[in-house]
T-cell receptor
């Protein structure tokens, strides 16, 4: 299974925007892009998902490249509670394919 | 509303034993999936069930099996446990097949095999 590619770690300051990149160059036309985040000893928490258009919700925004080979999760104002491992995943008809994720550190 | 619930939260088993993990999906959700997450890695897909039928299976040995009940709850069984089966086992539910649906995960069952 082709997985997504993300930086191992990123750092941000509190109240600043954060842009988390993801490459999914082999994504098929019907695969959705989902983002999750996970705190230690907890299950993954849903953040956002989309197919082609940019998506917004109360937690974040998802910007999807026109060729769909990459996407960016945008946290508009990082808080200390946003520190977590962020996973960019691709969904086929029956499963999510996870990579190793990006560890986001938020500095006060 | 209750989210995806899993039981037990933690358990310790001995090599060679068998384990059963349980999952209750969000009310109204008909699709349940199981994932294995070892330390430092992202979750790996094991099974997906929709309307009580297996719709997908990941690259796991036949020691792993699952089923979905008429109330859409699910069980994951692992036989002949190996040390390498130690992991966080996650259940996820969605309204229908994965694709564009929002998929919600439970908090997981921590399995330690000694």
């Amino acid at each position: 299974d082709a997985k997504t590619t993300q930086p191992n770690s990123m750092e941000s300051n509190e109240e600043e925007p954060v842009h988390l990149p993801c490459n999914h160059s082999t994504i098929s036309g019907t695969d959705y892009i989902h983002w999750y985040r996970q705190l230690p000893s907890q299950g993954p928490e849903y953040v956002i998902h989309g197919l082609t258009s940019n998506v917004n919700n109360r937690m974040a925004s998802l910007a999807i490249a026109e060729d769909r080979k990459s996407s960016t999760l945008i946290l508009h104002r990082a808080t200390l509670r946003d520190a977590a491992v962020y996973y960019c995943t691709r969904s086929s008809n029956y499963k999510l394919t996870f990579g190793k994720g990006t560890l986001l550190t938020v500095n006060p | 509303d209750a989210g995806v619930t899993q039981s037990p939260t933690h358990l310790i088993k001995t090599r060679g034993q068998q384990v059963t993990l349980r999952c209750s999906p969000i009310s109204g959700h008909k699709s349940v999936s199981w994932y294995q997450q070892v330390l430092g890695q992202g979750p790996q897909f094991i099974f997906q069930y929709y309307e009580k039928e297996e719709r997908g299976r990941g690259n796991f040995p036949d020691r792993f099996s699952a089923r979905q009940f008429p109330n859409y709850s699910s069980e994951l069984n692992v036989n002949a446990l190996l040390l390498g089966d130690s992991a966080l086992y996650l259940c996820a539910s969605s309204l229908a097949l994965v694709s564009g649906n929002t998929i919600y995960f439970g908090e997981g069952s921590w399995l330690t095999v000694v």
